[in-house]
T-cell receptor
């Protein structure tokens, strides 16, 4: 199994509080991703990183920010949590070479509840 | 924009029978990749199978095969000889390439498969 951990695994917080989720990898993969999973929507990309300090937005980036100061860590921050951000959050990593095939490996997920 | 559609929210199959999970996609890219992931009730995402757009043969991995019909833009997952442990949510995904930024996955809504004993 790819070495990906997420912390915390579960969190309950109140509306308006800041929240930071951490993704840590031991695979030295270049690309890292944050997805959220909601019923009826599958997984939707929030932000991704294609290198240290290189990030870009996904399809549901409003209300989220990210940072990547070193290869192994990718942080997702909710500056002021809202109930609509209650979800399961997955981190993923991949390595992209010359071949078209690049599997994404997923972390175990973080269940976030915003009351 | 790229899009993945899974039209079957839920399916039932009898143990030991084969089942096909549907997936259609939309893209204007010539080079792309299609993936299937399994998510059991425990929540982890498990990679099952991959098909490249230039692959001439359908991908197979054990009991999983991907019925790739490029002209129809479909990439259906076939599970042969279903087992109780196959009960899970299944997601089809397509890789979107981004110049100099690698690739990201676009997911369908998922199909929940229940295997009956």
């Amino acid at each position: 199994d790819a070495g990906i951990t997420q912390s915390p695994r579960h969190k309950v917080t109140e509306t308006g509080t800041p929240v930071t989720l951490r993704c840590h990898q031991t695979e030295n993969h270049r690309y890292m991703y944050w997805y959220r999973q909601d019923p009826g929507h599958g997984l939707r990309l929030i932000h991704y990183s294609y290198g240290v300090k290189d990030t870009d937005k996904g399809e549901v980036s409003d209300g989220y920010s990210v940072s990547r100061s070193k290869t192994e860590d990718f942080l997702l921050t909710l500056e002021s949590a809202t109930s609509s951000q209650t979800s399961v959050y997955f981190c993923a990593i991949s390595e992209f070479g010359l071949a078209t095939y690049n599997e994404q490996f997923f972390g175990p997920g973080t269940r976030l509840t915003v009351l | 924009a790229q899009k993945i559609t899974q039209t079957q929210p839920g399916m039932f199959v009898q143990e030991k029978e084969a089942v096909t999970l549907d997936c259609t996609y939309d893209t204007s890219d010539q080079s792309y990749g299609l993936f299937w992931y399994k998510q059991p009730s425990s929540g982890e995402m498990i990679f099952l199978i991959y098909q490249g757009s230039y692959d001439e043969q359908n991908a197979t991995e054990g009991r999983y095969s991907l019925n790739f019909q490029k002209a129809r833009k479909s990439a259906n997952l076939v599970i042969s000889a279903s087992q109780l442990g196959d009960s899970a949510m299944y997601f089809c995904a397509m890789r979107e390439l981004i110049y100099n930024q690698g690739g990201k996955l676009i997911f369908g809504q998922g199909t929940e498969l229940s295997v009956k004993p």
